[in-house]
Structure formats: structure tokens, C-alpha cells
């Protein structure tokens, strides 16, 4: 989520977030994964709360839409998903989304929980048990 005013290092005209999000749309537009269940994790939530203070994000030509409030986190971050969600070739698509501080070791065990709790339940309905 940090990388959102940075470039490639190996090409400097792509921004890192922007590769990100066309990545991730050819990702869950592949035929083989199209029964897959797909979690998007946007990482780096406190590098994000830094940055946003001096960075703003509608600077960023990618992000001229971003009507949210400067210097706000939680609206930018909200922002950034809705655009990797934006790139999902199929718009019925599940995608469970969560932003996320990798280094914040509670809040990966509730993510992690969630998920499991997500996939028991998957199981469950796909065994006939639900």
C-alpha cells in the first residue's frame, strides 16, 4: 500500500501500485484460476499512515479520482482496494479483501481466523455438511 507515489526499479515510468493492480487482474482473470478462491491482501497499513501525512494521493496520475480526504489513511486505503477490485474481469467474483500491518502480529491472527473460518465453512457447504 506504501508504494503508491513509487516507481519500478527497473522501469521508471510504472508505478509500483499501478503494476500491482494490473497484475492482479490478469491474476484473477486466468481460466485456471476461475473456480479459486482469491484473497486480496493489501500489506503495509502502518507505512501507509505515515506516508499519507506528507504524500498525497491524489498527486499520483493513477489516483486524479480520489475525492477522499487528505491525509486520511482509512479513505485511501479503502480507495486503493476498490481499484485492485476495479481490475477483477469478473464482477461477480468473490474476493475476500483485508488491509493489513504484516509487523502487527493481532491483526494477522484475526485476518488468518477470519479466513480460516471462511474456508471451514467453504468445506462444509461443498461436503453437504451445510
Known sequence: MSSYDEVLFEDETVNRTVEAMELFGEISGS???????????????????EKIMYSDLADQEWAKDFDGPKQDPEAAGEYMMQRFLDM??????????????????????????????????????????M
Open 31 to 49: 481460466p485456471w484460476l476461475s473456480q479459486a478462491g482469491m484473497i486480496l491482501f493489501l500489506n503495509k497499513r502502518d507505512l501507509l499512515e
Open 88 to 129: 477483477v474481469p469478473n464482477k461477480d467474483r468473490q474476493i475476500q479483501t483485508h488491509i493489513v500491518c504484516g509487523v502487527d502480529s493481532e491483526n494477522v491472527d484475526r485476518v488468518f481466523l477470519g479466513i480460516q473460518k471462511i474456508l471451514c465453512e467453504a468445506a462444509m457447504e461443498d461436503g453437504g455438511a
